[in-house]
């Protein structure tokens, strides 16, 4: 999508794409919110887990990111901000599905997932505010408003929805069949979006095509030193399964809700933001998958490992 949306957009005169934001915004997000389990926050277990995941995620990865832009980017406060934007939203669904993968601890991977959606969603504009207030006139309101457009309507009517599934069809029929198809629908909004974004900006990426390159760069190293950071932290201070939830749940970014807010707030000048956010999924899904592979290296093998293979043993 980020090939096609450059090659249209050098060829033909794609503005008219900038109706489509919202819409596509709405299927990215929408679908995502009805799979949100909020009422897993309610319960306190797990929650120096929680603590030492949200103090990693707003107190610690936000200013790498921002001092990253700022060595890389000087002169370019816009791409600062995308890539502020992508460190502020914590957590999605691949939160959740990587910790599955990894055999990490999944009710700690879904709280963190909806706390730090509900207070990245809050400090968002006020961290934009304060790092880059200075040099970017931040349109305060439009982000607040377009916050709430694009994750909390977006929350309470897919809270709605899945109780209204749940009446209507049952429990089990959502949980084994209907349940799956929605993060294809949300893929569908993602993709949309980054074709959208690259049409948009295709002149100025074809004009200097090593930006791209000049984009991964930072990504990648914010990324590696978000999961040595995570690492270091789960190795020291908690069990196999909380330690792999609070890599994943520090590590993983909401990138959708980061390129719905780009896109919806800053109008014009937010398809420039959203390029190094949508770069910034090449990264993560790639980075994400290597880290699974070597999860039994860095955390020991689970308890389910160990019993299948003492299981094995025995009956040899």
Do not use: H
Request: charged share 10%.
């Amino acid at each position: 999508m980020v090939l096609s949306g450059v090659v249209s957009g050098y060829f033909f005169d794609m503005s008219f794409l900038k109706i489509t934001v919202m819409p596509l915004t709405f299927l990215m997000v929408y679908p995502m919110m009805i799979n949100l389990q909020i009422e897993k926050v309610i319960t306190l277990k797990g929650m120096k887990c929680q603590i030492a995941a949200q103090i990693i995620n707003f107190g610690v990865i936000p200013f790498i990111a921002f001092g990253l832009g700022n060595y890389f980017f000087p002169k370019s406060p816009m791409i600062v901000l995308g890539l502020l934007f992508a460190s502020l939203l914590p957590t999605s669904g691949m939160t959740i599905s990587w910790t599955g993968f990894a055999k990490g601890n999944m009710n700690a991977a879904i709280k963190m997932t909806v706390i730090g959606l509900i207070i990245g969603s809050i400090a968002t504009p006020l961290y934009a505010k304060l790092l880059m207030g200075e040099v970017i006139d931040m349109p305060m309101k439009k982000i607040f408003m377009s916050i709430i457009i694009v994750v909390f309507l977006p929350m309470i009517f897919g809270y709605l929805t899945k109780i209204l599934i749940i009446k209507y069809f049952g429990k089990d029929q959502y949980q084994n069949n209907i349940k799956q198809k929605f993060p294809m629908l949300s893929t569908l909004g993602v993709l949309g979006i980054v074709y959208v974004a690259m049409c948009l900006k295709a002149r100025c990426i074809t004009a200097n095509p090593t930006i791209l390159i000049d984009y991964l760069i930072p990504l990648a190293l914010l990324y590696l030193i978000n999961f040595v950071i995570s690492t270091i932290v789960a190795k020291l201070f908690f069990n196999r399964g909380d330690g792999i939830a609070l890599v994943y749940g520090t590590v993983m970014r909401n990138l959708s809700i980061a390129l719905a807010i780009a896109m919806t707030a800053f109008s014009e000048r937010g398809s420039e933001i959203a390029i190094i956010i949508a770069m910034a999924y090449i990264i993560q899904v790639q980075s994400a998958a290597w880290y699974v592979k070597f999860t039994e290296k860095i955390f020991g093998e689970s308890k389910n490992q160990i019993l299948n293979y003492d299981m094995n043993r025995a009956i040899v």
